[in-house]
């Protein structure tokens, strides 16, 4: 990665993973807080969690190459009509 673009949209994409995981641990943070309240905060607070730590994770390892073409099988491919 030589382009100066490429490195910036790769280090973008690492810094906005390691913010979701940054939000994921205060919502984890603030759900072990909270004292027998069932409320829909309860709800909210690891459906938080769990979305913000899988797209950080994924963001961190992969960074700017989430956007490369994978090559798909021939069983998987749409066939034309």
Do not use: E, K, N
């Not at 280090?11 to 205060?26: D, E, H, K, P, Q």
């Not at 984890?28 to 909210?44: E, K, S």
């Not at 690891?46 to 798909?72: K, Y």
């Amino acid at each position: 990665m030589t382009d100066p673009r490429r490195l910036r949209i790769d280090l973008s994409l690492r810094a906005s993973g390691i913010l979701s995981l940054a939000v994921a641990a205060t919502a984890i943070h603030t759900l072990a807080r909270l004292h027998q309240q069932a409320g829909a905060l309860a709800f909210l607070l690891p459906t938080i969690g769990f979305l913000c730590t899988s797209a950080g994770a994924m963001l961190v390892m992969v960074g700017g190459h989430i956007h490369d073409r994978v090559q798909v099988s021939a069983r998987w491919r749409r066939v034309a009509r």
